[in-house]
Nanobody
Framework: QMQLVESGGGSVQAGGSLRLSCVAS????????MNWFRQAPGKGREWVGT???????TYADSVKGRFTISQDKSQNTLYLQMNSLRPEDSAMYYC????????????WGQGTQVTVSS
């Protein structure tokens, strides 16, 4: 099972930017779909976006146009560039790896906290 470690979270003012990283323990092969999720206090886990082997990410409507997912397979690293941050983006952010793009074969990272102040 792939091990994932997120970093890059922190506190930022509204309108600011952060870049999250997620380092995988193994090569991110084309068999994996890589995801970002987030969870705010008292709320369920929300899907943020996914990038598959074709490197064409898909995004939740709530972040489309502001967040960008990318990956550097040579570094076994997934990124989430977050721009124009809003207070409602405050959450614990998690990366997840789906083997064969199957939710049933998902590995999770431990999360990194993002706090956006108004």
């Amino acid at each position: 099972q792939m091990q994932l470690v997120e970093s890059g979270g922190g506190s930022v003012q509204a309108g600011g930017s952060l870049r999250l990283s997620c380092v995988a323990s193994t090569y991110i092969s084309s068999y994996y779909c890589m995801n970002w999720f987030r969870q705010a206090p008292g709320k369920g886990r929300e899907w943020v976006g996914t990038i598959g082997s074709g490197d064409y990410p898909t995004y939740a409507d709530s972040v489309k146009g502001r967040f960008t997912i990318s990956q550097d397979k040579s570094q076994n690293t997934l990124y989430l560039q977050m721009n124009s941050l809003r207070p409602e983006d405050s959450a614990m952010y998690y990366c997840a790896a789906d083997y064969y793009c199957r939710e049933t074969q998902r590995s999770w990272g431990q999360g990194t906290q993002v706090t956006v102040s108004s």
